[in-house]
């Protein structure tokens, strides 16, 4: 047998050379898919962080900032209202002084000149004195000034009476008296017209003579102006201290929210989209548990469809559910096609088991996590700005809006939270806000429920707390407390009529009414609505009569004299400084910007745990239904650019204020102010003095005539009225005008800037506030996906 020589195999090493090479690129493969991971991982992480930061950034800096500039800002418009009332009490004292030394003047003069001109009478026995016993007197009975001191009393009275209502926030507190510092303020303007006519006479008492009067009393009144305006120059500046942090912070975002940065935040928004998603589509891909906690999940949409817990769905639920929170895939026709296609009794009822086969049609397979997250994203919002509230009308509407998102699916919430409002927890006042706030909702198309969330909250306030609810309803129908609170008397009466209406329509209608009041618990149910509207309106009137009256008062005593209305025509064009101020949208204003009590504050703490807590949950239950963080309605650029739109809106009104060049005008408006005033007062105290010498002079020399002119003045002082002080502006302005009075303009020139900042702060402020619930919003948002993106990302 011949033997066969030895070959290579050749087949064999190829093939093996060939499984060596696969199983390497393999292995290299999952090295490089391992490291693929690893880097997702770390990507994950890293974003994840980036998230947070930006979440704890905007929660814990920029919403504090923004807290602060609206709490000074209110306190700023709290201030600016008191500049504009002392200006009128400035104006008003020194015109009343004005008159009451040319009155008292008159009466020496003119009894000086009879006594001298008539020597011998005295002498006669049959005369016995009787002119003789009134002059010359050395101290000037006042006549105008007690009433602008009375008036001045007035206002500080109610000043600090609406000073405490706010601070002490309990009816049981508010039983205020009228004190003040009367004695104070009529001492200190005696003093000071004693003063001038001490300058004037050069301590003797004796009237000098009329060519000498004139230079006299331009010392003697820049004397006393210099020492009434003091006070007014502090409150300016007292003003411009409270006010110069909110400027210089609107100054910093001014340029912070400039064009570019904008553009670059709108940048900034779109990645942590675009990243979000890339995620969510690499996690979704490389999952094995997509479809985990599908009962939950199939549970907690059906709660939502189901808002009015009857345990099954209508295909009007559907559709009304799908507007309200935006649902596009069961817009159109899509939802009558489904609905029909899974109501397999055709009674137009969904069980939960036939809203579980519609859920998952291949049509709408993501609509329950995207109903769902969008119930979540929502609850965390409210989370957010409940938390983040501290003042009393903030934390009133986020509760409001906490009942109206969740009383669409968990009513046994909507009851505990109720019943903290009746059970004493929180102030009855509180309580008062938040049933105002119910009714308010009512209008607001941008609320999160078509459901009567004010009926259901009242019922449940009537069943667990009846006498609470009734006090509640009482303390609505009096008008200083609905003022103090920071709300509109043209909102009152409807309001109240509201309330009583959800009362009548709860279920414990008959114990709530036996608390009200004698005679509204004795009255017919269906006549009540009417009784309270009645009341109140009756009660508002009266009062908003008697605050129009005090005010009317203040302001002619103010400007009853000649001399003070010169001085607003002149200086102010004929308004008075305070007229602003009887705008009620400042007073609400003001009042609205008051810190929540600590106890309010608490439940706020407490509320917003709960709801942020709630809304983590269902984001997880989610992200283990989906293996995604996000639904393709997230949109995390919408919400940036609607903070953005709000903060441009207060930045751009008050631009011209803030910054380093803002605070320096009104720094320099102030002090040109202090420096200029007094000189602007004088001159055209003056020139109307110049008309009253005149008449004084034509009459020195005829004692009859004299005293006679003098008890007209008297009479027509006592008789004057603001109707008959109006009557004389024009001529007053005629009068200063062709004397050629001279004025700085310093008076008008702070006084238009300070009103100007005054009608534009309630505005800015509620567009703050506004923004700040946007801030807290953005912030949860981001806080309770990335939280849930990290935990349950890869590794």
Known sequence: MAKLDAEIPWCTIILVAGTLIAHSLVLVGNLEVA????????????????????????SSELDVLMSNASDILTDAL??????????????????????????????????????????????????????????PATKVKPIHTPRIVAARQKQ?????????????????????QRTGNLSDLEASADAIIDAVWANITNGTG???????????????????????????????????????????????????????????????????????????????????????????????????????????????????????????VLSGDTAAELF????????????????????????????????????????????????????????ATAVVDFFTLVSAKNLTKVGWVSQMLVNHTLPITFTHDVLVELKANMNDPNALSNLDVGAIVVNDMAWLGAKATAAAVELMTDPWNWENEGYLAADQVSTIKQI?????????????????????????????????????????????????ANETDVNEAYYSTGGATALADVLMGGIAASAANSDETQLAAVNNGVYAVPATLLF??????????????????????????????????????????????????????????????????????????????VNVLMTYVDDVLEEINATLYSPQAA?????????????????????????????VDNAGTSVSGVVSTIMTLLTDIQLALPTVVDDLKFARTEVSAIAETLDTTFSNFQSSGPP
């Open 500 to 548: 009583v209406q959800w009362v009548l329509d709860s279920n414990n209608t008959a114990e709530v009414v036996s608390y009200f009041p004698s005679p509204f618990n004795e009255i017919a149910f269906e006549d009540l609505v009417a009784a309270f509207g009645n009341f109140t309106q009756m009660r508002s009137e009266a009062y908003l009569a008697e605050e129009a």
């Open 340 to 395: 029909e296609k899974y109501d397999e009794g055709g009674d137009g009822k969904l069980t939960i088991d036939e809203y579980a086969m519609m859920a998952t049609d291949a049509s709408i397979a993501d609509i329950m996590p995207i109903m769902i997250r969008t119930y979540a994203k929502l609850l965390a919002q409210i989370g957010g700005q409940v938390g983040s509230a501290v003042m009393r009308d903030e934390v």
């Open 156 to 176: 500080l009275t109610i000043r600090e009476n609406r000073r405490l209502a706010r601070l002490y926030q309990e009816p049981a507190m508010l039983q205020l």
């Open 604 to 681: 706020a703490q407490w509320l917003s745990w709960n709801a942020t807590d709630q809304a983590a949950i269902y984001e997880s239950e989610c992200f283990n239904y989906t293996s995604t963080s996000s639904s393709t309605m997230d949109n995390f650029v919408d919400q940036v650019q609607t903070m953005v739109n709000k903060m441009v809106s207060f930045l751009t009104t008050m631009s011209d204020y803030a910054g380093d060049d803002g605070i320096e005008q009104l720094e320099s408006f102030v002090a040109d102010f202090a420096e200029g005033a007094v000189d602007d007062i």
């Open 78 to 135: 709290e201030k600016v209202q008191e500049v504009q009332e002392t200006v009128d009490f400035v104006f008003g004292l020194a015109g009343s002084i004005t008159e009451d030394v040319l009155s008292h003047y008159s009466t020496v003069s003119s009894l000086s000149a009879w006594t001298a001109m008539n020597a011998s009478l005295l002498q006669s026995s049959t005369f016995s004195g009787k002119w003789v016993s009134g002059s």
């Open 206 to 328: 004796i009237a000098p003579a009329l060519d000498e009067l004139e230079g006299k009393l331009v010392v003697a009144l820049t004397g006393a102006i210099n020492t009434i305006i003091n006070d007014l120059v502090e409150v300016m500046y007292q003003f411009v201290d409270i006010i110069k942090p909110a400027l210089a912070q609107i100054g910093v975002w001014v340029v912070s929210f400039s064009d570019s940065m904008q553009s670059a935040l709108e940048g900034f928004s779109n990645t942590i989209d675009k990243v979000q998603k890339i995620f969510d589509q690499v996690m979704s891909s490389l999952s094995t548990s997509v479809g985990t906690d599908e009962d939950l999940v199939i549970y907690d949409s059906y709660a939502i469809f189901d808002s009015n817990n009857v345990g099954y769905i209508t295909l009007a639920d559907i559709t009304e559910v799908a507007d309200l929170y935006g649902i596009t």
């Open 35 to 58: 490291s693929m991971f690893s880097v997702i991982g770390e990507s994950t992480s890293g974003w994840s962080t980036v998230g947070i930061a930006l979440s704890d950034a905007l």
């Open 707 to 735: 005293q006679m002119a003098l008890l007209q003045r008297r009479e027509q002082i006592k008789q004057t009225g603001k109707m008959q002080q109006r009557v004389k502006r024009q001529d007053l302005i005629s009068m």
